[in-house]
């Protein structure tokens, strides 16, 4: 599916050899000489991996364990710059260079392991961070839909998939790990068509199976509340935008697209008071936010605005709507890590300069 993928081996144990011999330090100091670049990290969900067979929920959220994330967020603090977001937006907005090795934390959609399990590490080490929400689910407590989706495939027990919306009509079929792949191929092809129609799709099938998301709270998917955002708040992390209901912002009509943006910078200033704004687009590949997209979240008063587009940014000031970004995931073992981080260009994926085609992104289902 993506053309990178089958050299991820190499650059895994490429990784590797370099950690265990000692090299990624030089390296990392190496390369700070002539590539000054800011990275940020991308997370969604910080918690011990289910056993798949018992978990009915989409497991590519999971970004990483409780103890990797505290051995990553340790790494970030003794060998790097970890920086927030918003003193980024001051120093571009003042025309200053950032301090070499810098690192942001971000996090996106508003899990509720975010404030249970990645908050206390980060309080603990002195990491700022920011969680970007989706604030109709803060407000409402809601499953989040395409996971929701997932779930619903995965338990469903209708014995076709039938989504005339993608051309889909399919035997369900009998094993998780099928389902879960089948799952992953509808999350991906759902994102061809608008916003409101993926909507209607999940609403569609809920009504069909029975199994409605509003009145479902399963704590395996819950979001954090507003209690609980306003308490890391008050700890120094920052709070962004993800919009309201967590819908891709190109593929929705403008006024559906203004009101994503600014009903959810007025709900963040109604709840958390003022703040920075930044800005996370849901899904956050290429076909996820266009120059409409930017324009707007401009006009609403974002100062940053993050995608879900691979890479690091060496002149954050040029992207500073479309920041790229290193997705964290959770097979990504300590060493693969520290040197993603180190040598980001070889060991990551390319960055989006040298993508020829939106295809060859990393895809994205969030
Ligand atoms: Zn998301």
């Known amino acids: 599916m993506v053309s990178q993928m089958p050299s991820t081996g190499i650059r895994e144990r490429l990784g590797e050899l370099c950690y265990n011999a ?18 940020i990290l991308a997370y969604h969900r910080v918690m011990p991996v289910p056993d798949p067979e018992h978990y009915a929920f ?19 603090k003794e060998r790097y710059r970890p920086m927030r977001l918003s003193d980024v937006a001051a120093a571009i907005n003042a025309g200053e ?31 700022p961070a920011t969680f970007f929400i989706s604030t109709g689910h803060i407000d409402s407590g809601r499953p989040y839909a395409y996971d929701w989706l997932v779930h619903m ?9 039938v989504l005339p919306e993608l051309n889909m009509d399919l035997p369900m079929p009998a094993t998780r790990d099928e389902r879960r792949a089948l799952a992953g191929q509808v999350l991906d092809r759902m994102k061809e068509i608008s916003a409101l129609a993926q909507a209607a799709m999940i609403r569609r099938l809920e009504t069909q199976w029975k199994m409605p998301s509003e009145h479902a709270y399963p704590p395996e998917c819950r979001p954090m509340n507003w209690d609980q955002l306003r ?5 120094g992390l920052e709070i962004g935008s993800h919009g309201v209901n967590h ?13 994503e943006v600014f009903d959810s910078r007025n709900a963040l200033l109604r709840e ?3 703040m920075p704004l930044l800005m996370s687009y849901p899904v956050g590949s290429n076909r996820a936010f266009d120059r409409q997209v930017i324009e707007v979240t401009r006009d609403a008063g974002f100062d940053l605005a993050c995608s879900y587009i691979s890479g690091t940014n060496p002149h954050p000031a040029d992207n500073r709507y479309s920041l790229y970004r290193i997705a964290v995931e959770r097979y990504y073992g300590k060493a693969w890590f520290a040197a993603l981080l180190a040598m980001p260009g070889i060991i990551g994926y390319q960055t989006p300069a040298h993508l020829a085609s939106v295809d060859e992104a990393k895809p994205c289902s969030h």
Do not use: C, H
């Open 247 to 259: 819908w891709m912002l190109s593929k929705l009509p403008r006024d559906e697209l203004e009101r």
């Open 22 to 39: 000692g090299l990624l330090n030089p390296l990392q100091k190496m390369r700070a000489w002539w590539q000054k670049d800011l990275r």
């Open 97 to 127: 260079t950032l301090p070499p090795d810098a690192v942001v934390v971000t996090f996106d959609d508003g899990y509720d392991d975010n404030y249970r399990i990645a908050y206390p590490i980060l309080k603990e080490l002195g990491v």
């Open 272 to 274: 958390l008071g003022p």
């Open 58 to 76: 989409d497991m590519e959220l999971i970004s990483t364990t409780p103890e990797e994330f505290r051995e990553q967020m340790q790494l970030v």
């Open 231 to 235: 308490e890391m708040r008050a700890a």
């Open 153 to 161: 495939i995965l338990l469903s027990g209708a014995p076709r998939l």
